[in-house]
């Protein structure tokens, strides 16, 4: 089952949200340590990973759109 780019960015902006909670509590509980680091660094990924699928669903509905209009020509 194929997933369109649009869930898989959301599910990543989730988890980029819910790994940034998490800093947040290890923050507030034992302060910065290397975990809370490593917490903030797979938030950032997630959310560059969710960026990038969201833009690829953008380049994806712009290629079916000419593709559309070529074939309407």
């Known amino acids: ?3 369109s780019p649009l869930t898989i960015s959301i599910i990543y902006f989730s988890m980029g ?13 034992s302060g910065w ?5 490593l917490l903030m660094g797979f938030a950032a990924f997630d959310y560059f990973l969710a960026i990038r699928y969201f833009q690829l ?3 994806i509905k712009k290629m079916q759109q000419s593709n559309n209009e070529n074939d309407n020509k």
């Open 17 to 29: 949200t819910l790994f940034i909670m998490l800093a947040i509590r290890s923050v507030n509980m």
């Open 57 to 59: 669903r953008k380049i």
């Open 33 to 37: 340590d290397v975990w809370t680091i």
């Open 1 to 3: 089952m194929r997933f």
